[in-house]
């Protein structure tokens, strides 16, 4: 693995330029990442940076996009736990430009780093995902999650008789959980425009450099993507209190 040898990044950028279309009217006067989770008072960004420094973080770059300047006055107004530069687009660079055009403001370039898109809702210890990473030597390492289908399933036998019914069982699959850990080199792999999904990904995989760190057992995670989200992040938020 390239760059530093410590498993455990101290920076991190997060992704939050989404417009998130589908929180509206939520989003009508801010950016998706400002969103607040009922009853905690506290929005997406203010929960992802306060995990980011307790597993570590000291320095984080956020990517700012659709109304940048709220989520900027609400960064210089918090008390936050770690320091923060935003950066911001001045013109549509894709996923994977945004993603590099971030890094560029890394404090400590020639070591690893973590990424974060800015509506997931999550703990798990990055420390354990860094050390995956680390062992395996990828250049990039992606954290999979196993999401509840948002229905009830039927189970049935092979004579086609119903047997139970499971309410928002979890998925067969394990899905990209928007939060990764990169090597010092990654950056350099990226695309100056376009998707790095589509790209720089697919080439690590072929390389075998691109690992996968599924989240532990009992792992929160959640991403925010409409009303109904917020509404479930609260209820869990609420169990979990009680």
């Known amino acids: 693995m390239t760059g530093a040898p410590h498993p455990y990044p101290t920076q991190a950028v997060v992704l939050a330029g989404g417009q998130g279309s589908r929180l509206r009217p939520y989003t009508d006067d801010r950016p998706k990442p400002m969103v607040e989770i009922p009853g905690t008072g506290t929005p997406i960004i203010g929960h992802q940076l306060n995990w980011l420094a307790e597993e570590g973080v000291t320095d984080a770059v956020i990517s700012c996009g659709h109304l940048a300047g709220v989520l900027q006055d609400w960064l210089d107004r918090a008390e936050l736990p770690l320091r923060v530069t935003t950066v911001v687009e001045t013109e549509p660079l894709g ?9 560029g403001s890394l404090p400590r370039p020639d070591e690893p780093w973590y990424a974060t898109n ?9 420390r354990d995902m860094a050390a995956f990473h680390h062992e395996r030597a990828a250049e990039a390492t992606l954290a999979l999650a196993r999401p509840h289908i948002p229905w009830g399933a039927v189970e049935t036998d092979a004579f086609g008789h119903v047997l139970d019914f499971i309410e928002s069982p979890p998925s067969p699959y394990l899905i990209n959980a928007g939060v990764y850990v990169f090597s010092a080199a990654f950056t350099g792999l990226l695309p100056d425009r376009g998707d790095h999904e589509r790209t720089t990904f697919p080439r690590l995989a072929r390389e075998r450099r691109l690992a996968g760190f599924p989240l532990p057992q009992g792992a929160y995670w959640r991403a925010i993507d409409t009303a109904k ?9 609420s169990a979990q209190r009680r």
């Open 118 to 126: 800015g509506d997931i809702w999550t703990r798990f210890p990055l």
């Open 229 to 237: 989200d917020l509404t479930e992040a609260a209820k869990e938020l």
């Open 95 to 103: 996923r994977g430009g945004g993603l590099k055009y971030a890094a």
